[in-house]
C-alpha cells in the first residue's frame, strides 16, 4: 500500500476482472486509472485480437502478430495484478471467487468477461473433426490441416499418381466462415501454386454451408448479394437453408448427400463460456446472462458481466456478441466503478452500444462494410477493404504489432508476398490419407515426371 | 521432361536427398543447377535455423523468423521436388528407399543428411523433465515452461504468500547451454521485471552442470575462461565436473547433492538420427556414419552421408558437428554427384572442411568468437556479439527472415522492447506447483498488497 493511502488510513477497493479479452482489457485499462486496487484472471497468459486470427490460420500472420501477454498490455498500471488462473465457483453472497489453483479471492466489485467458445449444437464428436477459431491454438491446428491437405494430395500423386479433389467445407456464412472461405482461397490461388510439381494448388475448392437462409445473416441483404458475387470470383461457393447433419473423416453429410472433404472447418456456432450459467441467473439460448441496463444480473450492482457473456437488449434487438460491445462494456462497467466507489452512482446512464458498423474481408482486396459512423453507408469491394485494414491496424494493441502487421500485409497484399506458412505440431499424417494398397499393388517406381 | 531431354533420348539421373537441414537444404540447392531431377524428403514442412532456435525458446523471435517451408526455399528449382515422408528402410542395393508412406522411391544417386537429435544417456525418461532443444516445437515447448515458471511463482506468492526459489538448471555447458542459461538471465533481469507485482523475476538464478572438466569444451581455454566472466556478470553460475545421476519434478541430482529446479532443460547430449545405424555401416559413439574423404559410406560411391550423420575425420580430428560443416558437405556432395554424372569423377578432390570458427553468445551484448577466416583471432565480448549479429543475420535464408530478425533485434537490444512471450500450448499448470493445502489450512484472503 502506498504512503498516501495509509495516510489516509483507508483500504482500496478491490475489482478482481475474470477474463481478459475485448471487455476485460477494456475494463481493466479504464480501472488502472481509478483508486482502485485490480486483480485481472485469465487462463492463458495472453490477450488475442480475435478479429485477425483467421489470419494466422492461413499463415498470413504470426501468432506473436496478433496475441500479446496480458502482462505486458497492463505493466505500466501499477494498481493491476494479473494472474494465470481459471475460476472454478463464484459466491456471490459472500464476494468470493474460488480458483483453480485453490485459491480463494475476496472482492469489492466483479467484472466478468469471458466469452464465448464453439458450440458444435450437442455433436461434440465433431469438434475434431472440423475445428473452429477462437484462440491461438486453434489457429494453429487449422494451419496444420490445410497444408497438410495440401502435402497430402502431392504426396499421393506420386504414390499412386492422384488425389482427391481438393475440397475445402467450411461450415456456417458468418464474418468468420466467410473470411476462412476467402484466405484459403487466397493462399490457394496466389502463394502455393508455385511450391507444388504434382498438384495444382489452384484447382481447390472452397464451400460454405450455411444452414440459415442467407450468408452473412447480420447484414443488409445488398451487402449480402455483394458478399456472393465477391466469393464467387474466388472460386468460393456457397450453399444456404440446409443444415449439416454429419461430420466424418473425408466428408460432410448434409442431409442425403454427402460432400467430400479434405478439410472442414467450423465457423457454425457459438456458446457462452459456461461461468455463466454457474452464476445461476437466467440466460438466454446461447448460455449468456440476461443483464440490467447497468450490465448488473438480478439483485448484484457490484457485479459486472460483459462481451459475449452478457445478453444486453437495445431497442428491441441484442447487442451483437463481437469486438466493439464488448469493448465498450468493459470500459462502461469500469466507469460505472468508478462512480460507485466516490458515491456517486444515483441516476447514471445504462449502457448503451455505440454502432459504429460491421466488416468481413472476402479474400484480398475486397470486404464489405456496414458503416454507421461517422456516415452511413453500405460499401463492398476494394474501397471496404481499405477501411478493414486501416481499422484493424488502429485497434491492434501494442505498436511493435501494429508495424509488425502492417509490414507483413504489405508484404502479402502489395509484394503477393508468401506469409508465414509453417506446419507446426504434429507432423504425423493422418491415417486416412494413407493409401495403403495390398502389398502386390504397391507401386515401386521412379517418381513420376515433373511438371514442365 | 522437357522437349529438349526428350530429344536427347535420355533419362536425366534421380537424385534423393533425406533430411532438409543445413547439409539437406545445400546439397538440393547446389543440385538444382545440374542436370538431374531430385527428390527432397522431409518429415517436417520446413526447414530450421537452428542456431537461433534457443531466441525462439526465450521469446525473442517468433518461429517464423527462423523456419522457412521447404518449398518455399527450392520453389525456383523446377527440377527439384519436395515430400513431407519419413524414410523407414534403404535398400542400397537395389537403390530404393522406403518411405512411411509406403511409397518406394528409386534413386540414382543419394545424399541422406537426417542431423541428430537430443542423447540422455538412456534415461529417455528425462525426456518429459528436461527438454532439449532441436525443433520449433522444442522451442516453444521450452518457452512455455520457462514463462510458466514465473507465472507460477507470481500465483503462489498470492496463494501461499511464497514460492520456492526462482532456479533454472539448464544441463550441458556447449554453445546451447550457454546461450539458453545467458537468454534466461536476460529475460529475467531485462524484461519482465515489471509485469510482476508479487516476485521479483530478477532474482532468477541460473545455473550451468556440465559432466566434463570445461564449458565450451571446444573452444580454446581463453575464450572458456572469458565465456565464465562474462556468465557469471549475467549471474550464471556454472558447475563442472559432474555428471547429473537424476532429473525430477522440480529437482536435479548431482550425485548425493539435491539441486531445486522450477525448470530444467537440456542441452548435454547429441546422438545421430537413428537412420544412420538402419544402414548397416560401421558407426561412431553417437551413431554417426564412418565414410571416406568422398563422404561415401563404404562400396557406396552413389550414396553420400551429409552434416551431424557424418563421422568425417580431418588432420586427425574429427568434423565438428555444426552448422558450417553440414553447409559444406552438402555443397560438396552436390558437386561430386554433378561430377560422376558428367563422367568427370576421377582424380578428384576429397571433401575438405574449411574451417571459419565458432561462436556463441553469452547474453544480450556478449559472445566468444573463435574466429579462423579471414584472420585468425580469439575475440569476447561485445565486438565478438557484434560478429555474431551480422553473421547469423547473413546466413538467414531469405528476405523476410532477415529483416523479421533484424527489426526484431533492434526493438530487443537496442530499444529494450520486450519480445513474443506468448505461452502457446497447454496453459494447464502442472499438479506439482498446485499447493494442495488440507482445506482448513487454505488461505482465505484479499490479494496482498502490491509491492508499490
Same mark, same amino acid.
Given at each position: 500500500?502506498?504512503?498516501?493511502?495509509?495516510?489516509?488510513?483507508?483500504?482500496?477497493?478491490?475489482?478482481?476482472?475474470?477474463?481478459?479479452?475485448?471487455?476485460?482489457?477494456?475494463?481493466?485499462?479504464?480501472?488502472?486509472?481509478?483508486? $482502485?486496487?485490480?486483480?485481472?484472471?485469465?487462463? #492463458?497468459?495472453?490477450?488475442?485480437?480475435?478479429?485477425?486470427?483467421?489470419?494466422?490460420?492461413?499463415?498470413?500472420?504470426?501468432?506473436?502478430?496478433?496475441?500479446?501477454?496480458? #502482462?505486458?498490455?497492463?505493466?505500466?498500471?501499477?494498481?493491476?495484478?494479473?494472474?494465470?488462473?481459471?475460476?472454478?465457483?463464484?459466491?456471490?453472497?459472500?464476494?468470493?471467487?474460488?480458483?483453480?489453483?485453490?485459491?480463494?479471492?475476496?472482492?469489492?466489485?466483479?467484472?466478468?468477461?469471458?466469452?464465448?467458445?464453439?458450440?458444435?449444437?450437442?455433436?461434440?464428436?465433431?469438434?475434431?473433426?472440423?475445428?473452429?477459431?477462437?484462440?491461438?491454438?486453434?489457429?494453429?491446428?487449422?494451419? #496444420?490441416?490445410?497444408?497438410?491437405?495440401?502435402?497430402?494430395?502431392?504426396?499421393?500423386?506420386?504414390?499412386?499418381?492422384?488425389?482427391?479433389?481438393?475440397?475445402?467445407?467450411?461450415?456456417?456464412?458468418?464474418?468468420?466462415?466467410?473470411?476462412?472461405?476467402?484466405?484459403?482461397?487466397?493462399?490457394?490461388?496466389?502463394?502455393?501454386?508455385? =511450391?507444388?510439381?504434382?498438384?495444382?494448388?489452384?484447382?481447390?475448392?472452397?464451400?460454405?454451408?450455411?444452414?440459415?437462409?442467407?450468408?452473412? @445473416?447480420?447484414?443488409?441483404?445488398?451487402?449480402?448479394?455483394?458478399?456472393?458475387?465477391?466469393?464467387?470470383?474466388?472460386?468460393?461457393?456457397?450453399?444456404?437453408?440446409?443444415?449439416?447433419?454429419?461430420?466424418?473423416?473425408?466428408?460432410?453429410?448434409?442431409?442425403?448427400?454427402?460432400?467430400?472433404?479434405?478439410?472442414?472447418?467450423?465457423?457454425?456456432? $457459438?456458446?457462452?463460456?459456461?461461468?455463466?450459467?454457474?452464476?445461476?441467473?437466467?440466460?438466454?439460448?446461447?448460455?449468456?446472462?440476461?443483464? =440490467?441496463?447497468?450490465?448488473?444480473?438480478?439483485?448484484?450492482?457490484?457485479?459486472?458481466?460483459?462481451?459475449?457473456?452478457?445478453?444486453?437488449?437495445?431497442?428491441?434487438?441484442?447487442?451483437?456478441?463481437?469486438?466493439?460491445?464488448?469493448?465498450?462494456? @468493459? !470500459?462502461?462497467?469500469?466507469?460505472?466503478? @468508478?462512480?460507485?466507489?466516490?458515491? +456517486? =452512482? %444515483?441516476?447514471?446512464?445504462?449502457?448503451?452500444?455505440?454502432?459504429? @458498423?460491421?466488416?468481413?474481408?472476402?479474400?484480398?482486396?475486397?470486404?464489405?462494410?456496414?458503416?454507421?459512423?461517422?456516415?452511413?453507408?453500405?460499401?463492398?469491394?476494394?474501397?471496404?477493404?481499405?477501411?478493414?485494414?486501416?481499422?484493424?491496424?488502429?485497434?491492434?494493441?501494442?505498436? #511493435?504489432?501494429?508495424?509488425?502487421?502492417?509490414?507483413?500485409?504489405?508484404? !502479402?497484399?502489395?509484394?503477393? %508476398?508468401?506469409?508465414? +506458412?509453417?506446419?507446426?505440431?504434429?507432423?504425423?499424417?493422418?491415417?486416412?490419407?494413407?493409401?495403403?494398397?495390398?502389398?502386390?499393388?504397391?507401386?515401386?517406381?521412379?517418381?513420376?515426371?515433373?511438371?514442365?
Amino acid at each position: 500500500m502506498s504512503g498516501v493511502q495509509a495516510a489516509a488510513g483507508k483500504k482500496r477497493p478491490r475489482v478482481i476482472v475474470v477474463g481478459a479479452g475485448f471487455g476485460g482489457i477494456r475494463a481493466a485499462q479504464a480501472l488502472g486509472k481509478m483508486p $482502485v486496487d485490480v486483480t485481472v484472471i485469465d487462463r #492463458r497468459n495472453h490477450h488475442t485480437f480475435q478479429p485477425l486470427l483467421y489470419q494466422v490460420a492461413l499463415a498470413v500472420l504470426s501468432p506473436g502478430d496478433i496475441a500479446q501477454p496480458i #502482462r505486458q498490455i497492463l505493466r505500466h498500471h501499477s494498481n493491476i495484478e494479473v494472474t494465470m488462473d481459471e475460476v472454478v465457483r463464484f459466491d456471490l453472497d459472500a464476494k468470493r471467487v474460488y480458483l483453480k489453483s485453490d485459491a480463494v479471492m475476496v472482492y469489492d466489485y466483479l467484472v466478468i468477461a469471458t466469452g464465448s467458445t464453439h458450440s458444435y449444437f450437442g455433436h461434440d464428436d465433431w469438434a475434431d473433426k472440423a475445428p473452429g477459431l477462437k484462440t491461438v491454438e486453434d489457429a494453429t491446428e487449422i494451419r #496444420r490441416r490445410v497444408l497438410l491437405a495440401f502435402e497430402l494430395a502431392e504426396r499421393q500423386m506420386l504414390e499412386v499418381g492422384s488425389h482427391p479433389p481438393l475440397n475445402f467445407v467450411v461450415i456456417g456464412g458468418g464474418p468468420t466462415g466467410v473470411e476462412l472461405a476467402g484466405a484459403i482461397s487466397d493462399i490457394s490461388r496466389l502463394y502455393m501454386t508455385k =511450391d507444388f510439381r504434382h498438384i495444382d494448388p489452384s484447382e481447390a475448392n472452397v464451400l460454405i454451408l450455411e444452414g440459415s437462409p442467407h450468408i452473412l @445473416g447480420a447484414y443488409p441483404p445488398d451487402l449480402q448479394k455483394k458478399a456472393i458475387e465477391q466469393l464467387t470470383k474466388l472460386n468460393v461457393r456457397t450453399r444456404t437453408g440446409k443444415h449439416v447433419t454429419e461430420i466424418g473423416e473425408g466428408y460432410v453429410m448434409l442431409g442425403e448427400e454427402r460432400i467430400e472433404s479434405v478439410c472442414t472447418l467450423w465457423a457454425a456456432g $457459438v456458446q457462452a463460456s459456461p461461468l455463466g450459467k454457474m452464476l445461476g441467473f437466467p440466460v438466454d439460448r446461447k448460455g449468456s446472462v440476461l443483464v =440490467d441496463q447497468y450490465l448488473n444480473p438480478p439483485g448484484h450492482p457490484e457485479v459486472f458481466i460483459c462481451g459475449d457473456l452478457a445478453h444486453v437488449e437495445q431497442d428491441g434487438k441484442q447487442v451483437p456478441g463481437v469486438a466493439q460491445p464488448a469493448m465498450q462494456m @468493459g !470500459t462502461y462497467a469500469a466507469k460505472r466503478i @468508478g462512480q460507485l466507489v466516490a458515491g +456517486r =452512482d %444515483q441516476g447514471q446512464k445504462g449502457f448503451r452500444y455505440f454502432d459504429k @458498423g460491421d466488416m468481413a474481408t472476402i479474400g484480398r482486396k475486397a470486404a464489405v462494410a456496414r458503416i454507421a459512423w461517422p456516415f452511413k453507408a453500405n460499401w463492398s469491394g476494394f474501397m471496404a477493404w481499405i477501411v478493414w485494414l486501416v481499422v484493424h491496424v488502429f485497434f491492434l494493441i501494442g505498436f #511493435r504489432n501494429r508495424f509488425s502487421v502492417f509490414r507483413q500485409w504489405t508484404y !502479402t497484399y502489395i509484394g503477393k %508476398q508468401e506469409g508465414v +506458412r509453417l506446419i507446426v505440431g504434429s507432423h504425423d499424417l493422418p491415417g486416412r490419407w494413407r493409401t495403403r494398397l495390398p502389398p502386390q499393388r504397391r507401386p515401386s517406381f521412379r517418381p513420376i515426371a515433373l511438371r514442365s
